[in-house]
């Protein structure tokens, strides 16, 4: 069973309150399994992008299915060494940050990708030959399901141009830097198998300027299906087209190079379930507006990228379907859904939005002065509270009163 039924939902929203987010972890074991066994045989290592879900208990779980985690700031690092992942499993893929974080990742003994030349530079002043790393190149290639979620552009802040490999190639000429992979990463839900050959060819082309490369890695951005009858990306035609390229060209520096991939949503997307409970009703006349007890401070996806989340009453599934607008209770417009056909919807129904696991509770906020949801983790068939909801301490925690 990869889906959660609707009766253990509403038991956990009955259990812990709502609004909360439920992760169900056979559902990520599953996509992991997806992956390791549609790329069986070809040499990969899979690094979990948690900048998805950093939930601690997420991070133990995904190790534990021999996962490696990919981390987007130094403390992801210390949150996936804290989880007892060990530094060798840990990918830092930095991105615009000071020197000083780089230097923290390195005494943490973590894969280091850098992603300017002027922290390339520093590093191999620093460190010169004793502590190889990889790039994070920008390909230019135009990807992903938005431009905001697209990374791999001409326009794009991430990465070194490719255009200015000559800079690199000098700055390891000066330093002795050892640079041991390549990286690209060129957006979010990204369904055409084809821009990861686009992404690998661009690669190749590279690869014998550089003496001792170990891994290529072609980041994260695998879709998954948010709508009913969508198609995510084809992973089995994936590691076809990876392994095609592989026999295409030959490594040229001899040496076996390994295919690293950061997926984040594919892992743990659809895992996820937020639950909400209806406040209020209000009829009028360009819509029926459903009122929740949530926001964009709790799921932003659908107002900051125009996201689709798919809903449904879970308390009223036989109902008959009218139109509905499923708005929060943010003091600013935070529709989630413009009329949507649901089944009947009525005061206290619980409305629950699907593949709300990744970039769902991980982008929440307190604005509004809203409390943080609760997380609450499904495995082996139990629920398990793994993040308790804020309270009103937590608003003035980090306040100093002077007046
Ligand atoms: N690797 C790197 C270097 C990344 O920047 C990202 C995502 C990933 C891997 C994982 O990408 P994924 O497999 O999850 O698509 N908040 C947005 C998505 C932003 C993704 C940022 N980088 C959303 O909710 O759609």
């Known amino acids: 069973m990869q889906q959660l039924n609707n009766l253990t939902l509403i038991s956990i929203a009955t259990q812990y309150g709502t609004p909360v987010y439920v992760y169900h972890a056979e559902k990520i074991k599953a996509q992991y399994q997806q992956l390791t066994q549609a790329f069986e045989g070809i040499n990969t290592r899979f690094f979990y992008a948690c900048k998805a879900l ?143 050959v686009e992404g690998i060819e661009v690669l190749f082309d590279l690869i014998p300027k550089f003496q001792h490369l170990s891994y290529i890695d072609l980041g994260g951005g695998f879709k998954v299906p948010y709508k009913e009858q969508e198609e995510g990306t084809n992973i089995q035609l994936l590691a076809e087209e990876v392994k095609k390229a592989f026999a295409v060209h030959p490594n040229p520096n001899g040496q076996p190079l390994t295919v690293w991939f950061e997926p984040g949503k594919y892992l743990v997307s659809e895992a996820g379930y937020f639950i909400t409970q209806v406040n209020v009703m209000k009829p009028t006349s360009a819509t029926t507006f459903v009122s929740v007890n949530s926001g964009f401070n709790h799921l932003i996806r659908p107002m900051f990228y125009d996201a689709y989340h798919r809903i449904q009453n879970i308390s009223n599934p036989n109902g008959p379907i009218h139109h509905y607008s499923v708005v929060g209770y943010i003091c600013e417009t935070d529709t989630f859904a413009w009329n949507r056909p649901l089944n009947e919807v009525r005061e206290n129904d619980l409305l629950v939005f699907y593949n709300a696991g990744a970039y769902g509770f991980e982008m929440s906020s307190n604005y509004n002065s809203r409390f943080k949801p609760a997380e609450v983790l499904v495995l082996n068939n139990e629920a398990h509270l793994i993040r308790k909801s804020d309270s009103f301490e937590d608003l003035l925690k980090n306040q100093l009163i002077i007046l």
């Open 54 to 196: 950093t939930n601690v208990n997420i991070l133990k779980y995904i190790g534990s299915l021999g996962c490696n985690i990919d981390c987007s700031s130094i403390n992801e690092v210390k949150l996936a060494l804290y989880a007892g992942i060990p530094a060798g499993n840990i990918l830092y893929t930095s991105n615009g940050i000071a020197f000083s974080e780089i230097e923290e990742a390195a005494e943490a003994g973590v894969h280091i990708n850098i992603d300017s030349i002027a922290n390339l530079e520093k590093f191999g002043k620093k460190y010169g030959n004793t502590y190889p790393v990889g790039i994070r190149l920008r390909p230019n290639i135009m990807a992903g399901g938005n431009l905001k979620i697209s990374t791999g552009h001409n326009k794009s802040k991430f990465g070194i141009p490719i255009d200015q490999i000559d800079e690199v190639l000098k700055v390891i000429n000066q330093t002795n830097l050892i640079i041991k992979g390549l990286h690209i990463h060129t957006g979010s839900e990204i369904k055409d198998v084809a821009v990861f």
